[in-house]
């Protein structure tokens, strides 16, 4: 079951250009299902959202179950995106990867120096639940199980050897936003 308010993260096209125009056509061939009862969900309305590193404003669409007792709304935020975050995944994830070889005041990015270091820190908490969440995944799914042995790196090179072993889903093939597709969708 997803957190309270997390958003339902979905591959909604390759770029932010094909996003903006394809985003109605992505979203009515995949249906959405309540994290609290269940339910199907429709989509219910639509909010802003700026991508500081990308200098672009999207709307990001929201869906409310279809149980009159429930009406949980949800966002559903493409997989280029992370939650809460005002900043692209593709942007994050460089950080990640840079961090393992760079100091923070080392690393070229968009955000600034405190934004880096903060990412870096909440980041290994995240990966590191999303981790434990992906290999339950991977074992529920295909009854495979990882040697602990390959998994002896960086959180972020970890989700990368445990994606590869999971069946294929449609995403951009970024390690966040995969991983956050698989995370924020509910096991069927």
Known sequence: ?????????????????????????????????????????????????????????????????????CKKTVAILPDFLTPYKQYSADEIELVLLDSAVN???????????????????????KMKTWVSNLKSILMTRTGKVI??????????EQLSIILEEMPAIKSRGNILGTTMIYISAPIT
């Open 103 to 125: 100091k923070p005041e080392q690393i070229n990015a968009e955000a600034s120096l405190a934004t880096v270091r903060r990412w870096i820190n909440e980041y290994e908490d």
């Open 147 to 156: 040697s602990e042995n390959r998994l002896d790196c960086r959180y972020i």
């Open 1 to 69: 079951m997803l957190p309270q308010n997390m958003p339902i993260i979905a591959y909604l096209g390759t770029t932010i250009n094909e996003y903006i125009v394809k985003v109605l056509l992505f979203l009515s061939a995949l249906e959405f299902y309540c994290p609290v009862c269940g339910e199907k969900m429709s989509r219910h309305g639509k909010y802003p959202r700026q991508i500081k590193d990308k200098k672009a404003t999207i709307w990001i669409y929201r869906f409310k179950c279809k149980n009159k007792k």
